[in-house]
């Protein structure tokens, strides 16, 4: 399967405690992005990257949310000292830069905060 | 401030029908719009795109219009099937005709059900 690969599917996790999630993207994107999804809404964008630079962040993502692309591949996204609040999907998509941006999604990370 | 919205948030209909999903928009500056179907547990799935120099375009059982005078956008289906049943959203993008194009702002989405 060479589509974009989340890990983990479903995160459990307490209160106050820090996640790492990770996205693969299709191996020939040089783009990536995160978004934030809740039930019955539409992903949220929260950051891109261009290869390994991070271009663009919303002020949805506080001081507790990094992500980082260190090679211009994979990425993580954590979220330190969860709050119940951060319950939700966390999507990846990636695209191709220089053409049309279509983003292809990964089948996200489900964040349960307790 | 400026967003991607939808007017029905369920739509039912008759397999073999037609479906029609529409989607309004507000910022004028936006150039790229995007349809998206969305099954229960998965992510998004790209179905049809349209830049804002056109008005119509057609894929597979598809067509999109962009109507920029009344800032509307509309997806339609033909001969929708049971498999057609999702969420189907529309996201908008900014600076994809001048080379750049990042994030895609999502409208809440619509509900499809297909009733045999």
């Known amino acids: 399967d060479t589509g974009v690969s989340q890990d983990p599917r479903h995160k459990i996790t307490k209160r106050g405690q820090n996640v790492t999630f990770r996205c693969d993207p299709i191996?020939?994107?040089?783009?990536l992005y995160w978004y934030r999804q809740t039930l019955g809404q539409g992903p949220e964008f929260l950051t891109y990257?261009?290869?390994?630079?991070?271009?663009?962040k919303s002020r949805l993502l506080s001081d507790r949310f990094s992500a980082e692309r260190p090679k211009g591949s994979f990425s993580t996204l954590e979220i330190q000292r969860t709050e119940q609040g951060d319950s939700a999907m966390y999507l990846c998509?990636?695209?191709?830069?220089?053409?049309?941006?279509?983003?292809?999604f990964g089948a996200g990370t489900r964040l349960s905060v307790l | 401030g400026e967003s991607v919205g939808l007017h029905l948030p369920t739509l039912s209909v008759q397999e073999g029908d037609n479906s029609i999903i529409n989607c309004a928009y507000s910022?004028?500056?936006?150039?790229?719009f995007i349809w998206y179907k969305q099954e229960s547990g998965k992510g998004p799935q790209f179905i049809i795109d349209i830049r804002s120099n056109m008005d119509k375009r057609q894929g597979q059982r598809v067509t999109v219009l962009l109507n920029k005078t009344v800032k509307h956008l509309s997806l339609q289906i033909a001969a929708t099937q049971p498999g057609d049943s999702a969420v189907y959203f529309c996201a908008e993008n900014i600076g994809e005709l001048t080379g750049g194009g990042n994030k895609l702002t999502f409208g809440t989405g619509t509900q499809l059900k297909v009733e045999l």
């Open positions: 191996s020939e994107h040089n783009r």
């Open positions: 990257f261009q290869n390994e630079a991070q271009l663009e």
């Open positions: 910022n004028s500056a936006s150039d790229y």
């Open positions: 998509a990636s695209s191709l830069s220089g053409g049309k941006n279509i983003q292809y």
